[in-house]
C-alpha cells in the first residue's frame, strides 16, 4: 500500500513568527521569513550581549 510522505522532511510551511506563507527553501527550512529571521538573528546577538 503506497501512502503520501511526500512532504515529510519539511518542518515549516509558515513562519512561525508571522504565519506568512514560506515560498523559498531556505526560509522553510529556518521557519522563518527572511525578515522575522533577520529580526531573530538580531535578537540573538542582543541575548548573547547581555549574557556577558
Ligand atoms: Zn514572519
Redesign the pocket.
Known amino acids: 500500500m503506497e501512502q503520501d510522505y511526500e512532504f515529510k522532511e519539511v518542518s515549516a510551511l509558515e ?6 506563507e514560506l515560498k523559498d527553501k531556505r526560509s522553510i527550512e529556518r521557519g ?2 527572511p ?2 529571521w533577520k529580526k531573530a538573528q538580531e535578537e540573538a546577538e542582543k541575548e548573547k550581549q547581555s549574557d556577558s
Do not use: A, D, Q
Not at 15 to 20: A, D, F, N, Q, S
Open positions: 513562519c512561525v513568527k508571522c504565519g506568512r522563518y521569513g525578515t522575522c
